[in-house]
Every structure is written in C-alpha cells, then in structure tokens.
C-alpha cells in the first residue's frame, strides 16, 4: 500500500494504523531482508529497484493468501455454490453485463451471481458496508478508500425519431437542439446535470417535457415523437428506431469501469468475472 500511494501517511490512513507503526513495518522488513526498499524524499517515498523486484515478487503471494478461502472451499467442495455480490445501475445491467454474465455461467455454472441495482453513490455505500463485492458503471469522483479503473467509453449522442427536422443535418448544434423539447432522466442523476451544466454554459434556455428514469422508456418516447434526448452510446443496441447524432463537439465521453474497496480482498469467483470484463484487471 506504501508503494501504492507513494507515501507512509497516506497507507496508514488506509490501512487504518498509525503512521510510524507503518514505517516501523518498512524499516523492520528492510533489515530482515538487508536491502533498502524505498527512497524518501519528505513526505514522498520512491521504490528503489530493490523495492520493486520485492513488490512484483510479493504481490501473487498476497493474492494467493487473499483468496485462499475461496481456493479451498472450490477445491475441497467443488458443488458447493459461491455467490458473487455485484452492483450496478440500469445501463450496466441492461447493456454491458448480459454478455459477460452469460460467459461467466457458461464457465462456473455453480456460482450464484446476484444483482443489486443501484444509483449515484449508493454503490459506494454498498461497497463499503460489504453489502457488494464491487460495482460496474461510471464514478466521477473517486473517494480515497476506492479504487476504480476505467474499462469502457462511451460517447453521447443526440436520438430523435425519423422523420424530425434534424435527421438530415449533418452537425446539429446546441442551438438547434433547445427549439425541442427534451426528454431526460430525473435531476438528481448525472446526465441530466450533465446536460445543464452544458447549456447553461453556452446561455441556452431549454425544455424537458418529461422525465423518465429508465433509458428503455427515454428511448420508447423519443420514438413516439414526443421530444429529444440526449444519452450515451452505450444505452444504445442498434435495434432502436431512432436517429442518433454524436455530440463529442459539445458533450464529454463518458466511461464505465469497476469500483471496489482499495484495501480488501475478492473472492477467487469474483476475480475470475473481473477478468472477463477486462483480463489485464489484475495486471500491474
């Protein structure tokens, strides 16, 4: 954690211990092995190469130690099932984990997988509380005790029914898009403040006609004609019958990725479904 962080403090504070207990640890550890492992500079610590081949060399063990529950239960009890805890927000479980679920199964048919669907920051709650192993879906802001890794991008994009006015535009512009009405999320979620936050920077007045939580029925109303939304790509399956417009000249790329607790070990099943979402998880 020391290397991780750069710093004594900062993995004291994680790993909840006093400071000089953790430095005491580090000049303990580099005695036993005589060799210097870390290079201080203040507050600021740096692997020494010595430190570094230690770490690549401790890094597997710890694992192997972490997960030696799971490993044994699994090896002694092979039938006995093992529940992964995951959560995730509407998009996440309607468009990016079907697939990777249905591989996961295919692999380890006895493993119990459950979903809790979530939204904004509650998953950060679920997190912690252990209520969840991690979380899939976008995170903004990363608190010190989480760790999150970026695995998707998505870019946002303007949807309208055929036939609307600015089907056969080739560049819509802001202007353009608030002489409709919009159809969005609620206030509280991330795209609609998103969205706001855009406008009003560009001095737009704009009209939501109607809020809807899921981006299934967003999608059935725009269809309908009853307005315009605007949504990131990966709410997207192609079968819609919609227009969509990309809007990266006005809006950010938005990412998915997976939350988890910084300081706390996963269960083997659990590391086996990280992996097929993206299988250098583990890497580095």
Known sequence: ?????????????????SQPSVS???????????AKLFTRNGPKITLTD??????????????QMDTLPTRFTAANNPEETTEINIAAGEASILYLLPNIVERFKQRYPHVHIKL?????NTSIDAIRNDEVDFAVGPMLEVPADILYKQVYRFVPVLIMP?????????????HEIVQYDLILPPKHLNTWRIVDDVLQKHKLRYRVSLEAWSWEIIKK???????????????????????????????????YGVTMKRQGSLSLPAKNFLELIDPSFFQG
Do not use: C, R, W
């Open 116 to 120: 809790h669907q979530v939204s904004g």
């Open 162 to 174: 055929f036939g609307h006015p600015l089907a056969s535009v080739d560049e819509v512009s802001l």
């Open 221 to 255: 109303y725009v269809e309908l004609g009853l307005g315009l939304s605007i949504v990131t790509s990966v709410s997207l399956t192609g079968n819609e019958q919609l227009i969509a417009k990309p809007l990266s000249k006005y809006f950010p790329d938005y990412y």
């Open 24 to 34: 005491l640890q580090i000049q303990s550890l580099e005695k036993e092995l005589n």
């Open 50 to 63: 010595a430190g570094k081949k230690l770490l690549e060399l401790a890094k597997p063990l710890v694992e």
């Open 1 to 17: 954690m020391a290397a991780k962080v750069g710093g004594f403090s900062k993995a004291a504070d994680l790993l909840q211990l």
